[in-house]
C-alpha cells in the first residue's frame, strides 16, 4: 500500500463553518505534511509533523488547526476561514532519515476548498 | 537558501516530439534532486531522482542527470505523448522536513 488518501476530494464551506480535511497513510511514514497549492502555482507548506508532534508551522494564521492522532492520521481543522484562502490543499508523507527528509514525499491527491 | 529556476512555460508540444524543461538550483551541499509531476486535477508524485553527482534519473521515458558543475538537472523525453500533459517541478532536496524549495513549475501541453 503506497497511497495518501485524502477527504474530501471537494469541500465548499462558508466562512462561518467549521470544516475538517483529513488525510491518511499506511507506509510507516513518521513524517506527514500539510501544504497549500494555489492554481498554476508551485506548493507551498504549511505544517510538518514528525513523530505526531508539531515540528514546523510556516507562520500559518490560526483559523488553520493541524491535528496528528496517531501516526498514520492528519487532520486540518478549518474555522473562520476566508474567500483567499480557497485552494488545494495537500497532504503528503515521508520516510524520517537520518538526517532529515531528503526530499522523497509521497502526495495525497488533494481536498480542493472554496470557501464562499 | 536554496533556490529553483525553471524554464518557464506553458510548453505546448506535438506528439512524439522532443521535451526539454530546464532547472537550475542553488543548494547548500550537494542535495538529492528531484523532478515531480502534477497531472490535472491530481496531488504531485515523484517522478524521477538522482542522489548524486552525474546519477542518471529515469522513469516513464523521462530522464535527467545530475549535473554538479552546472548545479543543472534538465528533463528531457524523447518522444512525448498527450498523456504527458501535466505541470512539472524541479525539486532540490534537503535536509529539513518538508522544507523543499519547488521550482515555479512548468506546464507541458502535448496535442495530437
Known amino acids: 500500500d503506497t497511497e495518501v488518501t485524502q477527504t474530501p476530494k471537494h469541500l465548499v464551506m462558508g466562512m462561518t463553518n467549521k470544516k475538517s480535511l483529513k488525510c491518511e497513510q499506511h507506509?510507516?511514514?513518521?513524517?506527514m505534511y500539510w501544504y497549500k497549492q494555489k492554481a498554476k502555482k508551485p506548493p507551498e507548506l504549511m505544517f510538518v509533523?514528525?513523530?505526531?508532534?508539531?515540528?514546523i508551522n510556516e507562520s500559518v494564521p490560526s483559523r488553520f488547526s493541524p491535528e496528528c492522532p496517531n501516526s498514520s492520521l492528519l487532520n486540518l481543522h478549518l474555522h473562520a476561514l476566508q474567500p483567499e484562502d480557497s485552494a488545494l490543499y495537500l497532504c503528503a508523507s515521508s520516510q524520517k532519515g537520518r538526517r532529515g527528509n531528503t526530499g522523497e514525499l509521497f502526495f495525497g491527491e488533494g481536498s480542493r476548498l472554496t470557501v464562499l | 537558501g536554496d533556490s529553483v529556476t525553471q524554464m518557464e512555460g506553458p510548453v505546448t508540444l506535438s506528439e512524439e516530439a522532443f521535451l526539454t524543461i530546464n532547472c537550475t538550483y542553488t543548494?547548500?551541499?550537494?542535495?538529492?534532486l528531484f523532478w515531480y509531476v502534477q497531472y490535472p486535477g491530481e496531488g504531485l508524485q515523484l517522478l524521477l531522482k538522482?542522489?548524486?553527482?552525474?546519477d542518471k534519473g529515469s522513469n516513464k521515458g523521462f530522464e535527467a542527470t545530475y549535473r554538479k558543475e552546472t548545479t543543472s538537472f534538465h528533463l528531457e523525453k524523447g518522444s512525448v505523448q498527450v498523456s504527458d500533459s501535466a505541470v512539472y517541478f524541479c525539486v532540490p532536496g534537503g535536509t529539513s522536513y518538508g522544507k523543499l524549495t519547488f521550482g515555479q513549475g512548468t506546464i507541458l501541453t502535448v496535442h495530437p
Open positions: 509533523y514528525s513523530y505526531e508532534k508539531l515540528s
Open positions: 543548494a547548500t551541499g550537494y542535495p538529492s
Open positions: 538522482a542522489t548524486k553527482a552525474d
Open positions: 507506509m510507516g511514514h513518521r513524517a
